[in-house]
């Protein structure tokens, strides 16, 4: 599983890669039902090698769908419920004192994981968010001045619930920027929720979730698709869609360079998964709302207008020409 040097990523390489991300996501969707979309976006950031924030109401299904995940790829998976009185040693592990050896070794905690849940993040305190925000972005977790690497792939999701906000800690733009991919899974439709109501139906039975790949075949393809095809329109067009939103007066933060390097990666997987070893505007427009939103910040004018960050970038979508094939 290897890159053809200097041609991006081979065709048998795509089609091996298309049908293992159709059965990722066919084996999640065994307990999350009728989410297909929201599961591959998950997907894109697993193997984008990012990060996810759910923004939801309780009972959607936030646990399952990372828990089902994690089941798919046969992966170790761990939650953390945030709460005030959360420490940082108790997401990142600390060195432990053995009295019958005398020597003082380091415990993992629940962040050396396949995929960490990171459950209502925002009531947690600064300085146990900004733990779980270094390890998300380095990889590694440094005590006593020894870097403890976290396992291979590495996915968090963390879960916000936006109407109850009742002695929480806002995310500040700078950790938001942090998290590749923001979503919703919202309510299913009245068809699927039947479905999940019905007596000995699969839904939500994470437990029943088939293996279908392996740690290390996602981490392969992870660095595989990091040299799919991105033309020099595409990279310009995303470019100017970032230009766009920083010049837009409706906002006073755009998109950030982490943002649109983001998007790059994400259009990469969302294109194999596609099945084509190249990279179309299209691709750019789907991903726009996901990967670019939560990273921009409204002038207070907006805010009280009741403009949207979806809204102004829909708008920039609108306005910047789509490049067109020569």
């Known amino acids: 599983m290897t890159a053809v040097t200097g041609q991006g990523v081979g065709e048998h390489e795509i089609t091996a890669f298309q049908v293992l ?8 969707e065994t307990a999350v039902r009728g ?6 976006l998950v997907l894109v950031a697993l193997f984008a090698g990012g990060h996810v924030l759910l923004e939801d109401v309780p009972g959607t299904g936030k646990t399952t769908l990372a828990r089902a995940v994690a089941g798919a790829l046969g992966g170790l998976s761990r939650r953390v419920q945030f709460t005030p009185d959360l ?6 592990g600390t060195s432990v004192y053995d ?4 020597q003082v070794s380091f ?4 962040v050396f994981a396949n995929v960490v849940l990171a459950d209502e993040i925002n009531r947690a305190a600064a300085k146990t968010q900004s733990a779980l925000l270094e390890v998300m972005e380095e990889r590694t977790v440094t005590v006593d001045g020894v870097a403890n690497a ?6 968090v999701v963390a879960t916000q619930n936006p109407i109850d906000l009742d002695g929480t800690y806002r995310l500040p733009e700078a950790q938001l920027d942090r998290f590749m991919v923001r979503t919703s899974i919202g309510y299913p439709e009245p068809a699927h929720e039947l479905d999940v109501l019905r007596p000995g139906s699969t839904a939500g039975r994470v437990a029943q979730v088939p293996t279908v790949t392996s740690p290390q075949a996602v981490t392969g393809y992870g660095r595989l698709l990091a040299g799919l095809h991105v033309a020099e329109p595409i990279l310009g067009y995303i470019g100017e869609l970032g230009t766009a939103t920083r010049a837009d007066p409706a906002l006073r933060l755009g998109a950030s360079t982490r943002g649109l390097r983001a998007m790059v990666r994400c259009a990469q997987v969302y294109a194999a998964a596609q099945g084509r070893h190249f990279v179309v505007p299209s691709d750019i427009q789907r991903l726009a709302a996901p990967v670019l939103a939560h990273r921009l910040v409204l002038t207070r004018e907006a805010l009280l ?7 102004v970038l829909a708008a920039a ?3 910047v020409p789509v490049p067109r094939p020569s």
């Open 21 to 28: 991300h159709t059965q990722v996501g066919d084996a999640v």
């Open 35 to 40: 989410k297909r979309d929201v599961i591959d």
């Open 87 to 92: 420490l940082p040693s108790d997401v990142t």
């Open 99 to 102: 009295p019958r050896t005398g």
């Open 107 to 110: 415990r993992p905690g629940p």
């Open 150 to 155: 976290v396992p291979e792939p590495f996915l």
């Open 305 to 311: 207008a009741g403009t949207t960050t979806a809204d």
């Open 317 to 319: 979508v609108e306005r």
